[in-house]
Antibody, heavy 121, light 106 residues
Framework: QVQLQESGPGLVKPSETLSLTCTVS????????WSWIRQPPGKGLEWIGY???????NYNPSLKSRVTLSVDTSKNQFSLKLSSVTAADTAMYYC???????????????WGQGPLVTVSS | SYDLTQPPSVSVSPGQTASITCSGDKLGDKYASWYQQKPGQSPMLVIY???KRPSGIPERFSGSNSGNTATLTISGTQAMDEADYYC?????????FGGGTKLTVL
């Protein structure tokens, strides 16, 4: 059974870069897409982007200029970098496996537990 | 950009049927997924491809999608079903989430 675990700093200063890593266990990172979703406190879900095991990416247009996703298949990990953060980037950051079929059926499953990342000086 | 609209809240009595809607332009031409999120937990997939249930999801959860509206239906609602529910779809190579619906079982 595939499990995902996020890791990274829980506090980031304004204007700096938020960096998180998601480790996949119980299965290979190959042959799937992997995604990041965030949720500000008390608010809804916002898709950040996804990356394939081969490194192809797709980002939310609203965040595209600040987001970089990468994958390390040797470590079964994928990572998120979000630059120039502000208080508005304070949120729970979840990693999840993303499925998209040829018929454009899409879903996220499973999800990690998500760390709360706070942007504050 | 594509928008999915959900009612902020839905209330249901235990044992009754709860229906949560998700509206979007020609949503019936796309596929909808639904997620359940309980307080302090990460979201969990309960419906994908409009009406399919992942392994382990109770049969009381069902889904439909037609026209401009996708609907998540919970039959015989239990207290444990109280949670936030989010719909999700794919449009123009972009993932879109609805704003979420808080289901209260009272």
């Amino acid at each position: 059974q595939v499990q995902l675990q996020e890791s990274g700093p829980g506090l980031v200063k304004p204007s700096e870069t938020l960096s998180l890593t998601c480790t996949v266990s119980g299965g290979s990172i190959s042959s799937y897409y992997w995604s990041w979703i965030r949720q500000p406190p008390g608010k809804g879900l916002e898709w950040i982007g996804y990356i394939s095991y081969s490194g192809s990416t797709n980002y939310n247009p609203s965040l595209k200029s600040r987001v970089t996703l990468s994958v390390d298949t040797s470590k079964n990990q994928f990572s998120l970098k979000l630059s120039s953060v502000t208080a508005a980037d304070t949120a729970m950051y979840y990693c999840a496996r993303f499925t998209v079929t040829n018929s454009l059926v899409t879903w996220f499953d499973p999800w990690g537990q998500g760390p709360l990342v706070t942007v504050s000086s | 950009s594509y928008d999915l609209t959900q009612p902020p809240s839905v209330s249901v009595s235990p044992g009754q049927t709860a229906s949560i809607t998700c509206s979007g332009d020609k949503l019936g031409d796309k596929y909808a997924s639904w997620y359940q999120q309980k307080p302090g937990q990460s979201p969990m997939l309960v419906i994908y491809q409009d009406s399919k249930r992942p392994s382990g999801i109770p049969e009381r959860f069902s889904g439909s999608n037609s026209g401009n509206t996708a609907t998540l239906t919970i039959s015989g609602t239990q207290a444990m079903d109280e949670a936030d529910y989010y719909c999700q779809a794919w449009d123009s190579s972009t993932v879109v989430f609805g704003g979420g619906t808080k289901l209260t079982v009272l």
